[in-house]
């Protein structure tokens, strides 16, 4: 079964840090593109930032860029999200995502549970 | 960056009705749209990609269509399940951005 587990989340003050990571399993990790992408409370969807397959290419959301810092490590099957000088704004359910296809930026089509980030003093 | 707009932001229908919700981007996105639903809860599902691609597991009765800067969801015969937020979502440019949603109330 293809499985994305997030941990890491939980509550934190303002300008603290937190590391958030992702387990995957059932598809070979090292193929795929994958993303981290935010929900806050009562509030859309917004995309946060992506590594390519190799980890040779890294994009980031406007407002998190200098701030947070996404990596892998595939011989964990792993994916991480080290966010820094965190603010009330980034609370949000904060879920890794897997593209449709291997290779290629694309779409989500596999999900973590999600993990609640609450940043509040 | 690109924006997405969804309308409308509310539909309200009844099961078997048909409902059609509307993505315009700010700037041709040629085929690389998805769509997404959302229920309180639970994770993001994928829908729909590239446009018109059916994810896996996704049912018949969800179809996606358009291009450049129009795109649609339709979701024919509604269900009782199909009561959810739905999410356009482009991937030509970064950042990637999300529409912000139209909420399907199943009468």
């Known amino acids: 079964e293809v499985q994305l587990v997030e941990s890491g989340g939980g509550l934190v003050q303002p300008g603290g840090s937190l590391r958030l990571s992702c387990v995957a399993s059932g598809f070979t990790f090292s193929s795929y593109w994958m993303s981290w992408v935010r929900q806050a409370p009562r509030r859309g969807l917004e995309w946060v930032a992506s590594i390519k397959h190799d980890g040779s290419e890294i994009q980031y959301g406007d407002s998190v860029k200098h701030r947070f810092t996404i990596y892998r490590d595939s011989a964990q099957n792993s994916l991480y999200l080290q966010m820094d000088s965190l603010r009330v704004e980034d609370t949000a359910i904060y879920y890794c995502?897997?593209?449709?296809?291997?290779?290629?930026?694309?779409?989500?089509?596999?999900w973590g549970q999600g993990t609640m980030v609450t940043v509040s003093s | 960056e690109i924006v997405l707009t969804q309308s409308p932001a509310t539909l309200s229908l009844s099961p078997g009705e048909r409902a059609t919700l509307s993505c315009r981007a700010s700037q041709s996105v040629t085929k690389y749209l998805a769509w997404y639903q959302l229920k309180a809860g639970q994770a993001p599902r994928l829908l729909i990609y590239d446009a018109f691609n059916r994810a896996t597991g996704i049912p018949a009765r969800f179809s996606g269509s358009g291009s450049g800067t129009d795109f649609t969801l339709a979701i024919s015969s509604l269900e009782p399940e199909d009561s959810a937020v739905y999410y356009c979502q482009q991937r030509i440019n970064w950042p990637y951005t999300f529409g912000q949603g139209t909420k399907l109330e199943i009468k």
């Open positions: 995502a897997k593209v449709v296809i291997p290779f290629d930026t694309g779409a989500f089509d596999i």
